[in-house]
């Protein structure tokens, strides 16, 4: 207990003195965290929210420091968009803890709430362009790393009881691959896995040293291979629909010699993973078409016409959350304990959704997703005359990646991807003022500079504050060489 106190304080005053080293950390511990938990902790359940105590650190430290320093640590203006679905949410705390009892309705409270503030997390997370560029090498590293185990896993080649390489209880199964405890399933692997994709193939469009070029490389490598050993259908289908929309928001010729760069690696991606699990894969592309419409059509339907039977406000916070199958239903009042049964085990997020909140929640909630697809549009069309403008067009499709694959299931209710698609969200309403940045890596700086397109998009584009134009930088000689 107080190494756990310890370790806590720790935290926070490193949340509190350097709040964006704490975010860092954070992206490099969720892909990892169940690793720890089944080798350190030799736990896979008590220690699962481990990340969420961290997030809250990271709001109590970022939170005083925008008390401080408003100007660099103050929310984006789109954090406003949240506010109508956080109020509906608390008008259903008192009915809800009436309904099921204070602790499923917090359990519910914050399945819905405590990741909305991430937004502003991300947009405040990098300073520079060169953190954003360093952290990311970091992420693809552990991205190939990460394929590295679960390849060695499906090969047959790691330990049943060893520390290291433990595989868990039916691991081996077609489908279900992964690194062992570090995903609860094959699909949350799958969504790590389109998230680390996509950014790689942004990544390798930013003019960066070779060493960067190479790591970003490798995690665009290890993210095929690692696909090809997950197996997961849905994150196929989403490449496949989001990676052409990705070249179409770029827009630009060099974007598309870019992109086109990173597609040139996928054969050898593929050649190579089909060394390790060339069968199951095959096996798994053959089944999508026979499979498609009842997993995407079907089974989402009857989901979300059992939902729309419950009251117009729902039937209280957290029947349909994570967890809520652990804990059993009980009201605060004089009425009798309620059964396991009004648990709503509801795969797809849009149906527990309505289940936790009713219909005002869905559509206050995806009120704040449409805007946020909507503004982030802009920042794509503001980041365009840059070499972020890839990067920018590939965090954007993640998101919509996320918000179609909401429909059939539910990559908002947990790790990573509940994590990545609130904090990149952020991360891209960030690039227009990282990309009017001063170059800060001297090995980058040319005799004959090319000035970058300045940005005169209006702040609310963004979310950010207003842009300068030409004539506001004529005569400076601050340019950008990363073309």
């Known amino acids: 207990m107080l190494l756990v106190i310890g370790i806590s304080i720790a935290w926070l005053a490193l949340a509190i003195r350097h709040g964006r080293v704490a975010v860092w950390l954070l992206l490099l511990w969720i892909p990892i965290q169940g ?32 008390v401080r320093s408003r100007a660099r640590f103050a929310p984006p203006p789109l954090i406003k968009y949240a506010v109508p679905f956080i109020a509906w949410t608390l008008l259903l705390v008192p009915m809800g803890v009436a309904t099921n009892g204070l602790l499923l309705t917090l359990v519910g409270f914050r399945t819905y709430v405590l990741p909305l503030p991430l937004i502003w997390i991300g947009y405040r997370a990098f300073e520079t362009r060169r953190e954003l560029e360093n952290l990311s090498s970091l992420l693809m590293v552990e991205l190939g790393l990460i394929a590295l185990v679960a390849v ?19 691991f081996g199964q077609a489908g279900v691959i992964r690194p062992p405890g570090t995903f609860s399933s094959a699909g949350h692997y799958g969504m790590y896995l389109l998230f680390g994709i996509l950014l790689s193939m942004g990544l390798l469009s930013l003019t960066v040293p070779a060493w960067k070029r190479v790591a970003y490389a490798a995690g665009l490598v290890g993210g095929i291979i690692g696909l090809m050993a997950n197996t997961q259908r849905a994150t196929m289908l989403l490449l496949v629909m989001t990676v052409p929309i990705m070249a179409v928001l770029a827009r630009q010729r060099q974007a598309f010699g870019r992109i086109a ?42 989901r979300l016409e059992d939902s729309l039977l419950t009251p117009v406000w729902g039937a209280g916070l957290g029947v349909a959350s994570p967890g809520s199958g652990r804990l059993e239903p009980e009201t605060s009042m004089a009425a009798p304990r309620r059964t396991r ?65 909401s429909w059939a299931y539910n990559p908002l209710h947990y790790p990573p991807s509940r994590v990545l698609f ?62």
Not at 36 to 59: H, K
Not at 452 to 467: E, F, K, N, Q, S
Request: glycine content about 10%; proline content about 5%; aromatic content about 10%.
């Open 422 to 483: 609130w904090l990149w969200a952020g991360v891209l309403f960030s690039l227009p003022r990282l990309a009017r940045a001063p170059v800060a890596q001297p090995e980058l700086r040319s005799a004959n500079p090319v000035p970058v397109r300045r940005l005169t998009r209006p702040a609310a584009a963004y979310g950010g504050r207003r842009l300068a134009g030409p004539s506001a930088h004529r005569g400076s000689a601050t340019t950008d060489t990363r073309r």
């Open 261 to 302: 760069a990173g597609l040139a690696l996928i054969p050898i991606a593929l050649l190579v993973g089909n060394q390790f699990a060339g069968q199951v894969f095959q096996e798994r592309i053959a089944s999508i078409a026979g499979d498609v419409h009842l997993t995407m059509v079907e089974n989402p339907m009857v």
């Open 152 to 170: 060695t896993q499906l090969s047959m080649l790691s330990s049943v009881s060893g520390a290291v390489f433990e595989v868990p209880l039916g």
């Open 341 to 405: 049964e009004s648990i709503k085990p509801a795969e797809s997020f849009m149906a527990a959704l309505i289940f936790d909140t009713g219909g005002p929640g869905l559509v206050l909630f995806y009120l704040l997703l449409g805007v946020m697809l909507y503004r982030g549009l802009h920042v794509v069309r503001a980041c365009r005359g840059t070499d972020l403008g890839t990067l920018a067009a590939a965090i954007w499709v993640f998101e919509l990646g996320i918000l179609l694959h």
């Open 35 to 66: 690793w720890v938990q089944l080798n350190v902790f030799l736990d896979s359940s008590a220690t699962v929210l481990i990340y969420e105590f961290l997030i809250i650190g990271i709001y109590v430290g970022f939170g005083i420091q925008a």
